[in-house]
């Protein structure tokens, strides 16, 4: 499909288990985000990607986290030893260049860490 | 620190009438504003946006107020219908090339 790609769905993992999940944005598309929403709560920018440029890494809640995305396309967001907190609806975006431009957002990844 | 506050978490308004949803920024950089709309289990969708060397842009029954000055920006809905009843998030970015911060956002309930 044209739209923005996120596997998988849900997720239902360990405590202290690693998670890894995967974003497929829109071809054409240099800016990529990541944001996670847990219950009741709004939309917390975790981590941005703008074309070549050094990711913007401000977001992230802590060293488990870490994002890459491969040849300038695919991202990978890897949570490692998950703890119960980090349930939440992890949401990836792209938009064309970023800032003013509309972002397409995915249908989220639900991870639950039990 | 939140730069981008929502404070109202919800508003309930009668179909036909007018929703008014507000937001404001502390972060004087922003120059990009936009508002999204999301539905239960769905990612959110792009609303309406403005830059801020404007101060209104109108798309249909939607309409974008920005007040630089009060670091202030509303979205007006004319006239509500019951399909606009979601989650109504206000972003901003300091350039078009750099990361959007989302506020808390809103939920809109229109009654029919």
């Known amino acids: 499909g044209a739209g923005v790609s996120q596997s998988p769905s849900n997720k239902v993992t360990e405590k202290g288990k690693d998670v890894e999940l995967r974003c497929d944005p829109i071809?054409?598309?240099?800016?990529l985000y990541w944001y996670r929403q847990s219950l009741g709560q709004g939309l917390e920018f975790l981590i941005y990607?703008?074309?070549?440029?050094?990711?913007?890494k401000s977001g992230l809640p802590s060293d488990r986290f870490s994002a890459e995305r491969t040849g300038g396309s695919v991202s990978t967001l890897t949570i490692q030893r998950t703890q119960q907190e980090d349930s939440a609806v992890y949401l990836c975006?792209?938009?064309?260049?970023?800032?003013?431009?509309?972002?397409?957002f995915g249908q989220g990844t639900r991870l639950t860490v039990v | 620190d939140q730069q981008v506050k929502q404070n109202s978490p919800s508003l309930s308004v009668q179909e036909g009438r007018i929703s008014i949803l507000n937001c404001d920024y502390t972060?004087?950089?922003?120059?990009?504003f936009l508002w999204y709309k999301k539905y239960p289990a769905e990612g959110p969708t792009f609303l309406i946006s403005i830059s801020s060397i404007k101060d209104k842009n109108e798309d249909g029954r939607f309409t974008v107020f920005l007040n630089k000055s009060a670091k202030h920006l509303s979205l007006h809905i004319v006239p509500s219908q019951p399909g606009d009843s979601a989650v109504y998030f206000c972003?901003?970015?300091?350039?078009?090339?750099?990361?959007?911060?989302f506020g808390p956002g809103t939920s809109l309930s229109v009654i029919p």
């Open positions: 972060n004087s950089m922003f120059d990009y």
């Open positions: 972003a901003a970015s300091a350039t078009s090339y750099d990361k959007v911060i």
């Open positions: 975006a792209s938009s064309f260049t970023g800032g003013s431009t509309e972002a397409f």
């Open positions: 990607f703008q074309g070549n440029s050094a990711p913007d």
């Open positions: 071809s054409g598309h240099t800016a």
